[in-house]
Nanobody, 121 residues
């Protein structure tokens, strides 16, 4: 079992930055693939970014070159640094985890409770 707790969401103006954190507990964090999904009202959920246990990363085209995912295995934490934020980035952001990267992308086993990010124009 893995428990995920996100933090760092909030309200920011367009062009600003936020850093989301996701603290994991309950298992060996370093072997898990981690990532972030987001869900905006009336829209399909979107896989924003993933990071493997060996720190390979992948991003949605919509956030490439603006967002950076990273992990600190000593702190059992994954981060999402979000720069140059746009109003269309407004969503609830969910931290995800799974041992299998294919499953992480499609149907992750573990989810956090979500944190709201709101970008004003």
């Amino acid at each position: 079992q893995v428990q995920l707790v996100e933090s760092g969401g909030g309200l920011v103006q367009a062009g600003g930055s936020l850093r989301l954190s996701c603290a994991a507990s309950g298992s060996i964090f370093s072997i898990y693939g981690m990532g972030w999904y987001r869900q905006a009202p009336g829209k399909l959920r979107e896989l924003v970014a993933t990071i493997t246990s060996s720190r390979s990363t992948n991003y949605a085209d919509s956030v490439k070159d603006r967002f950076t995912i990273s992990r600190d295995n000593a702190k059992n934490t994954v981060y999402l640094q979000m720069n140059s934020l746009k109003p269309e980035d407004t969503a609830v952001y969910y931290c995800i985890a799974d041992l299998n990267m294919a499953r992480l992308r499609d149907s992750p086993r573990y989810w956090g409770q979500g944190t709201q990010v709101t970008v004003s124009s």
